[in-house]
């Protein structure tokens, strides 16, 4: 048997309900969900046969199911063979995060949740064979989408492209694939195979990276959305200019080695004023090691959040 347990408080006289796709649960009929038992502490648990099915929660009246609210969220998946005891949250989801990474290299992550690192820091991953990965609890009301990248740890350090996971149900493009593990949502990525050419993410309104080339790097800023291209140049004659050339804003920023206080406040100031004007732009120098400094600096004057 599978064991299932919710904790949620609700007014006397209402229940909590499961129902799912299978013939067990009549294939998400009302009348057919199963109502769970509450326990001491609003804790409601039900036992169910072990099949694979998918499933979710609602409230409705104890006697008979009227008046439903469905929990939010895309529906829940339960595949195993094995009994266990599932804890589930009310709109949220358990997301796992692999990575396929078969030489063992020490991952990070970052993203968009409190789990993630809030883009603020990056965390760690655990391995399992060839597998890096990363457990979640997420709120599907606050985190409707879920922006994160994967960080391999080696002499030089390189990241993913920015992925995308939609709490709907829904797979972003960017995204390999989207499938499910015991009742996990898995957001899997087969591994990075154009590392220099990779768009990194300091903050929600920078992202950074190499200087685009060709039309293959256009095209894949085009893929993020970002049409607001900054360019740092440390040649002495290159002036500062803006021009737009089809859906891109590009500006060319001369800067030297030994930038001064005041030219890093008019810097921060130019940068903060792009990100006002058009919310997210992309930042590049053909030196990362030298770009990110930059940006480090500027992030630690509190400017982009």
């Not at 972003?172 to 015991?182: G, H, P």
């Not at 080339?213 to 803006?242: A, G, R, W």
Request: glycine share 4%; aromatic share 16%.
């Amino acid at each position: 048997m599978l064991t299932f347990q919710l904790q949620y408080q609700l007014l006397v006289g209402d229940a909590i309900y499961i129902s799912g796709d299978s013939d067990y649960f009549g294939n998400w009929s009302l009348n057919q969900a199963k109502r769970m038992q509450w326990n001491q502490g609003h804790l409601w648990t039900i036992d169910i046969p072990i099949h694979d099915f998918q499933y979710k929660y609602f409230s409705s009246t104890f006697i008979k199911p009227s008046d439903v609210e469905w929990e939010s969220g895309p529906n829940r998946l339960m595949k195993t063979t094995e009994s266990s005891r599932i804890d589930d949250i009310w709109n949220h989801r358990k997301v796992m995060f692999q990575f396929y990474n078969p030489q063992m290299y020490p991952m990070l992550i970052s993203g968009s949740t409190l789990d993630l690192g809030n883009y603020i820091k990056r965390v760690s991953m655990k391995q399992k064979q060839d597998i890096s990965y990363k457990k979640i609890i997420a709120n599907v009301i606050e985190d409707k989408v879920i922006h994160y990248q994967f960080h391999i740890k080696t002499k030089k350090h390189y990241s993913s492209p920015i992925l995308c996971l939609y709490m709907d149900g829904s797979v972003s493009q960017k995204q390999n694939l989207n499938f499910s593990y015991k009742n996990y949502i898995v957001a899997f990525c087969e591994g990075i195979e154009n590392k220099k050419r990779s768009i990194y993410q300091l903050d929600n309104h920078i992202c950074y990276g190499y200087i685009p080339n060709d039309k293959t790097d256009f095209n894949m800023l085009k893929d993020y959305n970002l049409y607001t291209i900054v360019e740092f140049s440390n040649q002495v004659e290159q002036p500062t200019y803006c021009v737009k050339f089809g859906d891109f804003n590009y500006h060319t920023v001369n800067f030297c080695s030994d930038m001064n206080e005041k030219y890093i406040s008019r810097l921060c100031s130019f940068i903060q004023i792009l990100i006002t004007k058009y919310h997210i732009i992309y930042v590049c120098n053909n030196s990362l090691s030298h770009l990110r400094r930059y940006l480090q600096v500027y992030k630690s004057l509190g400017i982009s959040q």
